[in-house]
């Protein structure tokens, strides 16, 4: 029985330049802002009491992710949005920032 000759070619782990761009950009859990994607709003916002703050923002200055943060407004354990419209919720700066120092 002949052995088979194969020839190997060594691969480069590390891409070249040409390949960086071909590369996909890296995505945050579901609920979480994109690590590349920038926030909408600056997180200097909460910085004035009667803001109203994004989800996104809200997320940011909490830690929490989406899911978490509605999980806690159904136990009445996170300030409940205002609704301003059927798809646009937004949270008072003050109340944030209030429940932020609440768990410190």
Not at 9 to 27: E, F, N
Not at 76 to 93: D, L, T, V
Request: hydrophobic fraction near 35%; proline fraction near 12%; include cysteine.
């Amino acid at each position: 029985m002949a052995a088979n000759k194969q020839s190997w070619q060594l691969i480069s782990a590390v891409p070249t330049d040409s390949q960086h761009s071909t590369l996909p950009k890296p995505s945050a859990a579901p609920g979480h802002p994109s690590p590349t994607k920038p926030i909408r709003q600056p997180l200097e916002a909460a910085n004035n009491p009667a803001a109203l703050l994004r989800l996104d923002t809200v997320m940011a200055l909490t830690g929490l992710g989406r899911s978490s943060v509605y999980a806690r407004i159904a136990r009445n354990e996170f300030p409940p949005p205002i609704r301003q419209g059927k798809r646009c919720s937004r949270w008072r700066a003050e109340s944030v920032v209030q429940w932020l120092e609440s768990v410190k």
